[in-house]
């Protein structure tokens, strides 16, 4: 891909390539995600979180079929909290991609 700033041109963005990074925008697909799978992924990308035991709905973010992204929600852990409307993002962990961890989290408020 090209940079933007270097459109008319046949090469990257010196800062581009350097960084291994573009300015075009990279379209995610979200897409619903059972436990369990969202458990696995958590487990192959995130450096110390165990697997969630419950959850209300889970989401992830993907580039045509491949998962780069998830965000498990569900009730809150403190006891005093959990009054039934409110819910805690449980876990998020993605494969580095740029901005999918924040765009999982607005995804997630709007979901609920």
């Known amino acids: 891909m090209k940079c933007l700033k270097q459109a008319n041109l046949a090469v990257e963005c ?47 973010a993907a580039i045509g079929e491949k998962i780069i992204g998830v965000a498990i929600i569900g009730r809150p852990l403190a006891r005093m909290l959990d009054n039934g409307a409110t819910l805690e993002v449980l876990r998020v962990a993605t494969d580095g991609h740029r901005n999918a961890c924040s765009w999982l989290l607005s995804k997630s408020w709007r979901a609920t």
């Not at 969202?38 to 697997?51: G, I, S, T």
């Open 14 to 60: 010196g800062a581009c390539a350097i960084w291994g990074q573009t300015t075009m925008k990279t379209k995610f697909e979200l897409i619903p995600l059972p436990l369990d799978e969202a458990n696995l992924f958590v487990k192959r990308h995130h450096r110390h979180h165990q697997p969630v035991i419950g959850h209300k709905f889970s989401l992830g």
